[in-house]
């Protein structure tokens, strides 16, 4: 079986540029999700998809960040005008949803995004 | 708002060693899942257990087990005969659809 995947695993950008991350989840899961995790600390939840609908948004997640699941596929976060504060590992997590009683996440391995 | 809480930031042990990490938590609801994730160097969350409020019973799993207490909201993690291999940060979590995770326990095995 193929995990969740990240890309891309890594990115260095300057403050004021906007970045984008892809997260291709597991096959048959209908729901993803994002995750940001900073240094010392446990994921905090960002967003999730039930397929290409966004049903959730946490506070956490300002104006500046975006993400999308256009095709309930494949998701993409986008962060505009990126700050410091932003740099942070980027979580994404899949899961089959409703259809599966024991819904667990399964998590990819992260984008480690550095805002100079 | 619910809480999780891992009260031990760093636990190191010499090989062969048993320890268990402890994950107490704040719920509002009757019925809630809890997780235990292990996060290696490499970063990927490494699911290994689920369970539902409803059942506590202990759990049992080679060297690991867990003790699930309702009455003190706690989900302890334990690994016995500890190996070098463990050595990670593990996080406690608290949800359904959107987890709260603890602030993680470093543990370091020693050979």
């Known amino acids: 079986d193929t995990g969740v995947s990240q890309d891309p695993r890594h990115k260095i950008t300057k403050r004021g540029q906007n970045v984008t991350f892809r997260c291709d989840p597991i096959?048959?899961?209908?729901?993803l999700y994002w995750y940001r995790q900073t240094l010392g600390q446990g994921p905090e939840f960002l967003t999730y998809f039930q397929n290409e609908a966004q049903l959730e948004k946490s506070r956490l997640l300002s104006d500046r960040f975006s993400a999308e699941r256009p095709k309930g596929s494949f998701s993409t976060l986008e962060i505009q005008r990126t700050e410091q504060g932003d740099s942070a590992m980027y979580l994404c997590?899949?899961?089959?949803?409703?259809?599966?009683?024991?819904?667990?996440?399964?998590f990819g391995p992260g984008t480690r995004l550095l805002v100079l | 708002a619910q809480k999780v809480t891992q009260a031990q930031t760093e636990i190191s042990v010499v090989e062969k060693e048993d320890v268990t990490l402890d994950c107490v938590y704040e719920?509002?609801?009757?019925?809630?899942?809890l997780f235990w994730y292990k996060q290696p160097p490499s970063g990927e969350l490494v699911f290994l257990i689920r369970r539902n409020s409803f059942d506590e019973q202990n759990e049992i799993s080679g060297r690991y087990s867990w003790n699930f207490q309702k009455s003190t909201s706690s989900f302890n993690f334990t690994i016995t005969a500890s190996q070098v291999v463990d050595s990670a940060v593990y996080f406690c979590?608290?949800?359904?659809?959107?987890?709260?995770f603890g602030t993680g326990t470093r543990l370091k095995v020693l050979a």
């Open positions: 719920t509002r609801d009757t019925t809630y899942y």
């Open positions: 096959s048959e899961h209908n729901r």
């Open positions: 979590a608290k949800g359904t659809y959107k987890y709260i």
């Open positions: 997590a899949s899961s089959l949803g409703l259809a599966d009683p024991k819904e667990t996440q399964y």
